[in-house]
């Protein structure tokens, strides 16, 4: 049978299977997809797939303890593995050896904004007894030194004094071999702006050719109505996504290659969701990349930084619009995509009916959307420029997405909260319809898209023939029975959803990014009728 060509996960493979490990559990995502093909093809052990990864791994515990042979448990990157700390900390004071295999990112993309990154090496120390990081390469070198290191781990885990320990996988491209000899790139020296502003603008500001192609790309931040107001009136290609709060439409824009290149671009705010924006801009030739703001590192995202300018944001896109220095065609041809994309025919879509919802909400409201599919399809929103739009994109993970929503709710007073999230995240994240003291102002929409549906149009793991077994797994959530449980009026039918005085749970069925009935057939349009 085919398998992936990952070097590193084929040593792991056949160390795991050479230290008695016979299970192991798996929790889905894109970045540990070359970990689970391998494992599922290889003939070596028995999986067990496990939707929630703090489950997955006490599940793993209970099989180390019945079999008394180590278990491996294997999850994707960033908050996911956090939550393997509660079963390895039972582990640790237990001596089970349960491995938690963890994949990551590649150790040049840690901090620098992209989805789903956090610093995974020796996250676990606390808890484990030995941690390996494994980066993604095949030179004989690298995987004699793969071979040393897990071999050390795997001896931690099943030696003298038995425990858990961590393998960090990382991926470059999960399903994507390597080249072995690395791209040479020149050397590009970073500069932080600290003094002035005024000087700081004038000079980096000064040393942008005239007639450049500039383009501006503003993300999750909190900007004032009056800020949020300028920056909708400057003179400038603006992509901003919804999290941005600047109401500064782009319609969920996601083919940029009919643009010329911008030679710089300006950014602000956290982690652009866009992977096909950020793809564009890292084949740009010569791209030059100003980064606005505070923050404790170099956020490389598009691997051309050049400067740092710690300011609020405003300041410097106003002087940056007052000198004149952007292409007008530029911007006047970055204009004409966002129009091809408002113009595209929507009936009946995802977003259509966010848009419905969150007008009738108010333009106070409080709307969180929940990342996977939920958060690209916000993007195609419009919503009001006074409504406030939160996402956990700090780890862009799919959990919390309820609970975070609901705290706002909290405390935000009248003003309506609506979250917008799909089947699997709500699933992640039940426990928090519990919680004592919801307020009649939240409201909880519910994309049921027979579970995690990003798997089914990401490269990553679109053709895999493992995708519904190992990837999507649909979760069994009864949502009828939870809403009656915890006290939720439920709703299959967005028809007076907002208006119900109380909280609420709309349950749609979605299909190939449009909303149907229960019974799959009548289609909701724009005005849903």
Same mark, same amino acid.
């Given at each position: 049978?085919?398998?992936?060509?990952?070097?590193?996960?084929?040593?792991?493979?056949?160390?795991?299977?050479?230290?008695?490990?016979?299970?192991?559990?798996?929790?889905?995502?894109?970045?540990?997809?070359?970990?689970?093909?391998?494992?599922?093809?290889?003939?070596?052990?028995?999986?067990?797939?496990?939707?929630?990864?703090?489950?997955?791994?006490?599940?793993?515990?209970?099989?180390?303890?019945?079999?008394? /042979?180590?278990? $491996?448990? %294997?999850?994707? #990157?960033?908050?996911?593995?956090? &939550?393997?700390?509660? @079963? *390895? +900390?039972?582990?640790?004071?237990?001596?089970?050896?349960?491995?938690?295999?963890?994949?990551?990112?590649?150790?040049?993309?840690?901090?620098?904004?992209?989805?789903?990154?956090?610093?995974?090496?020796?996250?676990?120390?606390?808890?484990?007894?030995?941690?390996?990081?494994?980066?993604?390469?095949?030179?004989?070198?690298?995987?004699?030194?793969?071979?040393?290191?897990?071999?050390?781990?795997?001896?931690?885990?099943?030696?003298?004094?038995?425990?858990?320990?961590?393998?960090?996988?990382?991926?470059?491209?999960?399903?994507?071999?390597?080249?072995?000899?690395?791209?040479?790139?020149?050397?590009?020296?970073?500069?932080?702006?600290?003094?002035?502003?005024? /000087?700081?603008? $004038?000079? %980096?500001?000064? #040393?942008?050719?005239?007639?450049? &192609?500039?383009?501006? @790309? *503003? +993300?999750?931040?909190?900007?004032?109505?009056?800020?949020?107001?300028?920056?909708?009136?400057?003179?400038?290609?603006?992509?901003?996504?919804?999290?941005?709060?600047?109401?500064?439409?782009?319609?969920?824009?996601?083919?940029?290659?009919?643009?010329?290149?911008?030679?710089?671009?300006?950014?602000?705010?956290?982690?652009?969701?866009?992977?096909?924006?950020?793809?564009?801009?890292?084949?740009?030739?010569?791209?030059?990349?100003?980064s606005l703001g505070f923050d404790d590192n170099c956020n490389d995202t598009f691997g051309a930084l050049t400067d740092i300018v710690e300011c609020r944001p405003t300041e410097f896109l106003k002087a940056l619009a007052d000198a004149g220095v952007s292409s007008p065609?530029?911007?006047?041809?970055?204009?004409?995509?966002?129009?091809?994309?408002? &113009?595209?025919?929507?009936?009946?879509?995802?977003?259509?009916?966010?848009?419905?919802?969150?007008?009738?909400?108010?333009?106070?409201?409080?709307?969180?959307?929940?990342?996977?599919?939920?958060?690209?399809?916000?993007?195609?929103?419009?919503?009001l420029p006074g409504q406030r739009i939160e996402m956990n994109r700090g780890v862009s993970g799919i959990e919390g997405a309820t609970s975070t929503a609901i705290g706002d709710a909290m405390v935000n007073g009248a003003r309506t909260t609506l979250l917008v999230t799909?089947?699997?995240?709500?699933?992640?994240?039940?426990?928090?319809?519990?919680?004592?003291?919801?307020?009649?102002?939240?409201?909880?929409?519910?994309?049921?898209?027979?579970?995690?549906?990003?798997?089914?149009?990401?490269?990553?793991?679109?053709?895999?023939?493992?995708?519904?077994?190992?990837?999507?797994?649909?979760?069994?959530?009864?949502?009828?029975?939870?809403?009656?449980?915890?006290?939720?009026?439920?709703?299959?039918?967005?028809?007076?959803?907002?208006?119900?005085?109380?909280?609420?749970?709309?349950?749609?069925?979605?299909?190939?990014?449009?909303?149907?009935?229960?019974?799959?057939?009548?289609?909701?349009?724009?005005?849903?009728?």
């Open positions: 049978m085919e398998t992936i060509d990952k070097p590193t996960v084929h040593v792991l493979a056949g160390l795991l299977a050479a230290h008695g490990v016979r299970h192991i559990v798996v929790s889905p995502g894109s970045r540990c997809a070359p970990l689970t093909v391998v494992f599922a093809r290889c003939g070596l052990f028995e999986l067990h797939p496990v939707i929630d990864e703090r489950t997955a791994a006490f599940v793993a515990l209970g099989m180390s303890l019945a079999t008394d /042979t180590p278990v $491996a448990a %294997v999850c994707t #990157s960033g908050s996911a593995l956090l &939550n393997y700390a509660p @079963a *390895l +900390s039972e582990a640790y004071y237990r001596r089970v050896p349960v491995i938690a295999v963890t994949a990551d990112r590649p150790a040049d993309m840690i901090d620098q904004r992209d989805s789903q990154t956090i610093r995974q090496p020796h996250a676990l120390d606390a808890v484990v007894r030995k941690s390996v990081d494994i980066p993604d390469e095949r030179s004989e070198k690298a995987l004699r030194t793969a071979n040393r290191l897990i071999n050390d781990a795997l001896i931690a885990a099943t030696g003298h004094i038995p425990g858990p320990v961590h393998i960090n996988m990382q991926f470059e491209m999960p399903l994507t071999p390597e080249v072995s000899d690395a791209p040479v790139v020149p050397c590009r020296k970073i500069l932080i702006h600290r003094s002035t502003p005024a /000087t700081d603008f $004038a000079s %980096v500001i000064g #040393s942008i050719t005239p007639g450049s &192609n500039v383009l501006v @790309a *503003l +993300s999750g931040m909190h900007v004032s109505p009056e800020d949020a107001r300028l920056l909708r009136s400057l003179p400038l290609a603006v992509y901003a996504e919804v999290q941005s709060n600047t109401a500064i439409p782009n319609y969920g824009a996601d083919d940029f290659d009919g643009l010329p290149c911008p030679d710089v671009v300006v950014t602000a705010g956290g982690a652009l969701i866009s992977d096909a924006f950020k793809k564009w801009l890292r084949r740009c030739p010569c791209l030059r990349h100003i065609e530029f911007r006047s041809r970055w204009r004409a995509l966002v129009s091809s994309f408002m &113009n595209r025919d929507s009936g009946g879509f995802v977003w259509e009916l966010i848009k419905e919802l969150a007008l009738q909400c108010g333009d106070d409201a409080v709307v969180h959307v929940s990342n996977g599919m939920a958060a690209r399809y916000a993007q195609k929103v419009d919503f799909g089947d699997m995240s709500a699933a992640y994240d039940i426990s928090a319809l519990s919680i004592d003291g919801i307020p009649d102002n939240f409201r909880m929409v519910v994309l049921d898209n027979g579970g995690g549906d990003i798997f089914r149009t990401v490269r990553t793991t679109a053709q895999l023939p493992e995708r519904e077994q190992y990837f999507t797994m649909p979760p069994n959530l009864p949502l009828r029975e939870l809403a009656a449980a915890y006290g939720l009026k439920y709703f299959t039918s967005p028809e007076g959803f907002i208006e119900s005085g109380c909280k609420s749970l709309l349950h749609l069925s979605v299909s190939q990014g449009k909303i149907i009935d229960n019974n799959k057939i009548k289609i909701y349009g724009t005005r849903l009728d």
